[in-house]
């Protein structure tokens, strides 16, 4: 029988795995489909000034922005895949590149929040919380019905803490523990860090998702 360690020390290996293949497609998205697609973008905006016949320059324009929309929703996609600025510059630079992508697709605006000096932790930490961060976000966009949200980092000496809230509709927590595979995710990938994640929400009041991470 597999030991709690063990199951743990698999789990990351297999989380570990799937964030390096994730690194590799998002990569793909931006510097290959993505830049095939703003070329064609700019070909097209310079047909429309060389068209003079009024309906073919509308029908081109109209071509350009839905091209346009598809950059813009590739480069969100590559961007939730594994954003570049996780790896170079850290968590805080990351979530605000994910940020404004978030805000330019959805149309909610999230007031972001940073309480102390951001410590340097490792991948594994930086990648896991963007990843909870990330569904907590898609939470809001799918379910909140609401138009802001807030993200709060805090770091302390031994410890950072994030809180994510918005006042939209809430939920019923205790029924969402058990079929959301989102929410139980997040607090499975929290533990494997040796963090923690707690939710909680009311019908009509919002939610607030408070994680912590011991910094060592």
């Not at 994730?22 to 095939?36: F, N, S, W």
């Not at 905006?45 to 003079?52: D, E, K, L, M, Y």
């Not at 594994?124 to 802001?148: G, H, K, P, W």
């Not at 006042?167 to 079929?179: L, P, Q, R, T, Y």
Request: charged share 20%.
């Amino acid at each position: 029988m597999e030991t709690q360690p063990a199951k743990k020390n698999i789990s990351s290996y297999i989380i570990q795995s799937q964030e390096d293949e994730i690194k590799r497609i998002a990569l793909e998205l931006h510097e290959g489909v993505g830049q095939t697609l703003y070329s064609l973008y700019t070909g097209m905006q310079f047909i429309q000034t060389a068209v003079h016949q009024p309906e073919m320059k509308g029908y081109i324009g109209d071509m350009a922005q839905m091209m346009e929309k598809t950059i813009q929703e590739i480069r969100l996609l590559a961007v939730e895949l594994h954003p570049p600025a996780l790896g170079t510059l850290g968590l805080l630079p990351a979530l605000k590149s994910y940020l404004k992508l978030y805000t330019s697709t959805y149309g909610i605006i999230v007031d972001l929040q940073n309480v102390g000096k951001e410590v340097q932790i490792r991948e594994q930490e930086r990648i896991t919380l963007f990843r909870v961060c990330q569904e907590a976000l898609a939470n809001i966009a799918r379910y909140a019905d609401t138009m802001s949200a807030g993200i709060i980092l805090r770091w302390k000496p031994g410890k950072l803490s994030i809180t994510i809230k918005d006042k939209g509709k809430g939920f019923d927590v205790d029924a969402a523990m058990k079929n959301s595979a989102g929410i139980a995710a997040m607090m499975e990938r929290m533990l494997l860090i040796n963090g923690k994640c707690v939710i909680s929400s009311k019908i009509g009041e919002g939610t607030s998702i408070d994680i912590t991470l011991p910094l060592y």
